[in-house]
């Protein structure tokens, strides 16, 4: 899954011609040599897969699993008494509990109160704290100027004026993802984003929140925790729950937004309607664009980062240099030897559908980033500023060799929630825009001056067979009668 795959058959291919060409080499030398040489090169497995440029297409996946919308409709429909209706707050106690987010034997609600939020901050080491605070203050500020960049408008038209104006939604859906490792930085990108953008409540769900979640919840400023995941979670919010014995209430969030797995990615596209998401994101994946200047061993530890994410993950390298790709190569097998479990499993499974591409330049690697659109790109070239303002197709942009993907992970201020799957041809990364309404005016104050719009109106109304507004407008005019005034005047004719 993701922006691009090499075929089965392209990767059989490929493995053929190595092979021809080590048997080619293999000829000129002894036979003790030969042993040695064949031996090293079949025990030494590329861990990124050579492909071809023709070989790379375009291939944009449904980020929405048929099986899990299923089971996520069904879901959904478990914990909604009427189609029209909010969640039954019982009912989600008991999905949440059936399937894992809560423990079985957990006597309270599905919320977990500020008071224990603020406990696991205050609980923390003093390092864990102080990282934890200088993130908030980063992702803040960077939100925070972006607020500022739109704001309302107001210009002259005939005879009046018009203008925009710019609002937050009331409350807020963010997700923060509990399964492999907690990530405390998505709640602090969500939910402090939905700050900054001015909602007035803001909800935040994450199933089994480990203390260093909880603590992320209370710096954000987020009102309502929801130890729930999955599609149960992203229900919760879109519908909303009525306060009773089982729990609080939760009020029905305008936008839900935040990364998760598969049922969540199941669950938002079913409620995109009756409220706002922010995507339907895919697996996550990096791209590198790296020459003959790159460092390959901050390469390899920048693609193992994302390998690690999921098994689904997927690691790319294009460069015009074939030195770079077999350095970087070799670098990731090296570094992965001494990657902890299971994130070196986990590694290793995603660096299966990950790949390496020799361009013949640097403008031929930017070609093939703009078609794939990855999530995170890097730029690890001579003028790398000039290289990444070249590139047009891309979720998160990382100049240069010290501008690690990983620093946008943590909070270096804009967000790490960002279009995956090719989708960044046409979108960009969560922020403060998602919980905006830019909602548009006007009204006339001069009659008079307004008559070249009126007319123009009635022209362009006809022009499209809306009698109804062309008689509208009519009624704005100070020189044409309407024309059903017309008709009751020749008695109807």
């Known amino acids: 899954p993701g922006a691009t795959s090499m075929p089965r058959a392209t990767w059989t291919t490929t493995n053929h011609l190595v092979l021809n060409l080590l ?7 002894s036979p003790p040599q030969r042993v040695l040489a064949f031996t090293a090169a079949m025990s030494s497995p590329r861990m990124l897969s050579p492909v071809s440029p023709a070989d790379v297409s375009l291939e944009i996946k449904d980020p929405v699993d048929p099986t899990a919308l299923g089971q996520a409709k069904d879901i959904i429909a478990e914990l909604r008494p009427t189609p029209n209706g909010r969640v039954d707050a019982a009912k989600l106690l008991e999905v949440a509990k059936r399937l894992g987010d809560i423990p079985a034997d957990h006597a309270g609600s ?15 080491a003093e390092a864990d704290r102080s990282a934890l605070v200088n993130i908030y203050r980063r992702v803040k500020t960077f939100a925070e100027a972006q ?31 509990g399964g492999r490792y907690p990530l405390p930085s998505s709640v602090i990108m969500t939910a402090v984003t939905a700050r900054a953008a001015g909602c007035d409540t803001v909800v935040l769900a994450s199933p089994r929140p480990a203390p260093i979640t909880l603590a992320a919840a209370h710096i954000a400023g987020a009102d309502l925790f929801l130890c729930v995941g999955g599609a149960q979670a992203v229900a919760a919010m879109a519908y909303g729950i009525v306060e009773s014995d089982a729990g609080a209430a939760v009020p029905p969030c305008d936008v839900i937004v935040g990364p998760g797995n598969k049922w969540v990615t199941a669950a938002k596209s079913i409620v995109s309607g009756p409220c706002g998401i922010d ?74 559908q ?45 100049v240069g060799e010290h501008a690690a993907e990983v620093l946008g992970d943590y909070g270096a201020g804009p967000n ?78």
């Open 23 to 29: 048997l080619l080499s293999l000829a000129v030398l």
């Open 110 to 124: 599905y919320t977990v109160s500020a008071e224990v939020c603020k406990k696991a901050f205050d609980d923390l």
């Open 354 to 398: 990950s790949f390496a591409v020799l361009c013949d330049s640097v403008d031929a690697c930017i070609s093939i980033s703009d078609d794939i659109a990855p999530e995170h790109l890097e730029i690890q070239t001579k003028d790398a500023m000039e290289v990444g303002m070249r590139c047009k197709n891309y979720g998160g942009l990382f």
């Open 416 to 493: 790490h929630t960002l279009p995956t799957g090719g989708t960044g041809r046409y979108t960009g990364g969560l922020s403060v825009f998602n919980f905006l309404r830019i909602r548009t005016w006007m009204r006339i104050d001069d009659k008079q001056a307004s008559q070249s719009m009126v007319d123009d109106s009635i022209v362009m109304a006809r022009l499209e067979g809306l009698e109804g507004h062309a008689r509208a407008a009519e009624n704005r005019s100070t020189t044409v009668e309407p024309s059903y005034k017309k008709k009751k005047q020749n008695g109807g004719n």
């Open 147 to 177: 607020r500022k960049s739109v704001t309302d408008i107001e210009i002259d038209i005939p005879g009046g004026k018009a203008g925009h104006t710019v609002s937050p939604c009331r409350a807020a859906g963010c997700y923060a993802p």
């Open 279 to 352: 995507m339907l994101a895919g697996p996550s994946e990096v791209l590198v664009i790296a020459d003959e200047t790159a460092n390959a061993e901050v390469v390899a530890a920048d693609l193992i980062a994302q390998a690690e994410h999921d098994v689904v993950a997927r690691a790319i390298l294009l460069s015009n240099s074939q030195t770079i790709i077999d350095d970087v190569d070799a670098a990731v097998a090296e570094q992965l030897a001494s990657l902890p479990e299971p994130n070196q499993s986990t590694a290793r499974e995603a660096f299966k």
